[in-house]
């Protein structure tokens, strides 16, 4: 007699409910809650990047943008939290194009200075090099304070706000050292002596 070999049906799995249930989508920005941002702060939007860039059409124009990534904000929130936002938004924009514009400048430069340097004639790469050596001296020449505001701002391209902090002087008195500092060095590159660089830079 032969054996029949039941075999019992596997348990279906439990039927996901609640705890599955997919997450509500997430809402971008209304239009109406961007039209009142742009309202009540596109003017001092304007103004608060109008010192960070060089026109006033170029402030606009990351105004604009910013409000574009705004409005691709899948977080509703409250006006308040948007405009500080907004505002956070715009000044990265303000940052990035300052910096891909450096960006470009140096590059813009180190090919004009390589192509300055294959056609110099050795007479021309000796002016240029007593030239250096003469900046260097220049700035060895003053207090500490001028050479580096000049340098960080010069080399490490550090706004006055940063130099002052670093210098723990006001952002006036920084902006003085860089401005006194180029004014020292180019009197030296002139021919100006020492002593008649720093009575007319120096008080």
């Not at 574009?68 to 907004?86: E, G, N, V, W």
């Not at 300052?98 to 294959?118: M, N």
Request: charged letters at 30%; hydrophobic letters at 40%; one cysteine or more.
């Amino acid at each position: 007699m032969r054996e029949h070999l039941q075999f019992s049906e596997r348990p279906s799995p439990p039927v996901c409910r609640a705890q599955c249930a997919p997450s509500p989508p997430r809402m971008p920005i209304h239009a109406s809650d961007l039209a009142r941002l742009f309202l009540e702060n596109n003017r001092s939007l304007c103004a608060y990047l109008r010192v960070r860039v060089a026109s006033q059409h170029e402030a606009e124009d990351i105004a604009q943008e910013a409000y574009a990534r705004l409005l691709q904000h899948d977080q509703p929130r409250a006006i308040s939290f948007l405009r500080a936002y907004l505002f956070k938004v715009a000044a990265n924009i303000a940052s990035d194009r300052a910096r891909r514009r450096r960006l470009h400048l140096r590059v813009d430069l180190a090919r004009s200075s390589e192509e300055q340097i294959e056609s110099a004639t050795p007479d021309q790469q000796l002016h240029a090099a007593e030239q250096l050596s003469l900046l260097a001296r220049a700035l060895s020449e003053l207090p500490e304070k001028y050479r580096r505001a000049f340098l960080l701002c010069r080399i490490q391209e550090w706004d006055t706000n940063r130099i002052a902090a670093d210098l723990e002087v006001g952002e006036r008195m920084a902006r003085n050292y860089v401005s006194r500092t180029a004014r020292y060095c180019r009197l030296r590159l002139d021919g100006t002596t020492p002593r008649e660089a720093r009575r007319e830079v120096i008080p």
